[in-house]
T-cell receptor
Framework: AQTVTQSQPEMSVQEAETVTLSCTYD???????LFWYKQPPSRQMILVIR??????QNATENRFSVNFQKAAKSFSLKISDSQLGDTAMYFC????????????????FGKGTKLSVKP | ETGVTQTPRHLVMGMTNKKSLKCEQH?????MYWYKQSAKKPLELMFV???????ENNSVPSRFSPECPNSSHLFLHLHTLQPEDSALYLC???????????FGPGTRLTVT
């Protein structure tokens, strides 16, 4: 079965500094998608960044970038120049594009990392 | 309204009540999802609908009954719930099943 592990339940960072959130996953698939979602306190979950496993280049979205290590099954999120608005729960998620065990397109989430950005 | 909306945002119900959660997506997507988010647990996928047909039912108890009358609307009918069903219920949609998902704000459900 596919699993996603986020080993850091909570993290904090000073405003304007850089922080890296860890995520590892387990799969026997060769092609799949990985996502980072952000859920601010009492607000909507939004997609931060997406990575296709067949792409070697790490995805970036403004201050957010990933370090995708396919062999190690690692997918960490780096937030540069942290802002107070980055305070949120961050969820790593995995999706297999195939109809895997009847679960096509299912997002499998980690337990999340609570990030606090301090002024 | 834009994106994915959910009503009500908060719901308190007794164990013998019947209530419904509503989700509406304004993105022209063809797939919709219900998730359960409990404290200290990963999001749990409950149901998946693609083109108004249910394609996934992750062993959810029958006291949860989904309904998808069209590709823009998704309901979750609730009856005789248990206190452990208290959670945040999230709706999501995607263009197709194997695409990135966009989430609604959720309904915070408390079962007393």
């Amino acid at each position: 079965a596919q699993t996603v592990t986020q080993s850091q339940p909570e993290m904090s960072v000073q405003e304007a500094e850089t922080v890296t959130l860890s995520c590892t996953y387990d799969t026997s698939e060769n092609n799949y998608y990985l996502f980072w979602y952000k859920q601010p306190p009492s607000r909507q979950m939004i997609l931060v960044i997406r990575q296709e496993a067949y792409k070697q280049q790490n995805a970036t979205e403004n201050r957010f970038s990933v370090n995708f290590q396919k062999a190690a099954k690692s997918f960490s999120l780096k937030i540069s120049d942290s802002q107070l608005g980055d305070t949120a729960m961050y969820f790593c998620a995995f999706m297999s594009p195939r109809n895997y065990g009847g679960s096509q397109g299912n997002l499998i989430f980690g337990k999340g990392t609570k990030l606090s950005v301090k002024p | 309204e834009t994106g994915v909306t959910q009503t009500p945002r908060h719901l308190v119900m007794g164990m013998t009540n019947k209530k419904s959660l509503k989700c509406e997506q304004h993105l022209g997507h063809n797939a919709m999802y219900w998730y359960k988010q409990s404290a200290k647990k990963p999001l749990e996928l409950m149901f998946v609908y693609s083109l108004e047909e249910r394609v996934e039912n992750n062993s959810v108890p029958s006291r949860f009954s989904p309904e998808c009358p069209n590709s823009s609307h998704l309901f979750l009918h609730l009856h005789t719930l248990q206190p452990e069903d208290s959670a945040l219920y999230l709706c999501a949609s995607s263009q197709v099943v194997r695409d990135e998902q966009y989430f609604g704000p959720g309904t915070r459900l408390t079962v007393t």
